[in-house]
C-alpha cells in the first residue's frame, strides 16, 4: 500500500512561487511513475508534470512549461513540484499521484492519490 502525503500549498500573489512536496510511506518509489494533476471548482483533474522515478524522464503540460519543474529525491523517497511565475489560472487543489512503469497524462491511469494541497495565486 503507497501512501502520498502533499505539503506546501498555501497563497500567494500572482508572479511568485510555490514549492510542492509529495512524500512517500510504506514503499519506495523505485519502477514508479509519479505526477502532479491539478483540479480547480467545476473543472476536470487535468495533469502538470510528471517524472519517472528510475529514468528521471519528465512530462509537462503545455500550460506550466517553462513555469513548472519537477525533481526528486531518492534518499526522502520525495517528489517536488517548483512552481514559479504563478498565474491566477493556477489556483487549484494540487494532488500528487502514483502509478506503475509508465509516465500517462490521465488521472484514471494512476492507481495511488495523495489527499491534495490548495493552491491560490491571488491577481
Known amino acids: 500500500q503507497v501512501q502520498l502525503v502533499e505539503s506546501g500549498g498555501g497563497l500567494v500573489q500572482a508572479g511568485g512561487s510555490l514549492r510542492l512536496s509529495c512524500a512517500a510511506s510504506g514503499r519506495a518509489f523505485i519502477d514508479y511513475v509519479l505526477a502532479w494533476f491539478r483540479q480547480a471548482p467545476g473543472k476536470d483533474r487535468e495533469f502538470v508534470v510528471g517524472?519517472?522515478?528510475?529514468?528521471?524522464?519528465?512530462d509537462s503540460a503545455d500550460s506550466v512549461k517553462g513555469r513548472f519543474t519537477i525533481s526528486r529525491d531518492n534518499a526522502k523517497n520525495t517528489v517536488y513540484v517548483q512552481m514559479n511565475s504563478l498565474k491566477p489560472e493556477d489556483t487549484a487543489v494540487y494532488f500528487c499521484?502514483?502509478?506503475?512503469?509508465?509516465?500517462?497524462?490521465?488521472?484514471?491511469?494512476?492507481?495511488?492519490w495523495g489527499q491534495g494541497t490548495q493552491v491560490t495565486v491571488s491577481s
Open positions: 517524472i519517472n522515478w528510475n529514468d528521471g524522464r519528465r
Open positions: 499521484a502514483a502509478r506503475r512503469l509508465v509516465l500517462s497524462t490521465s488521472p484514471d491511469d494512476y492507481k495511488y
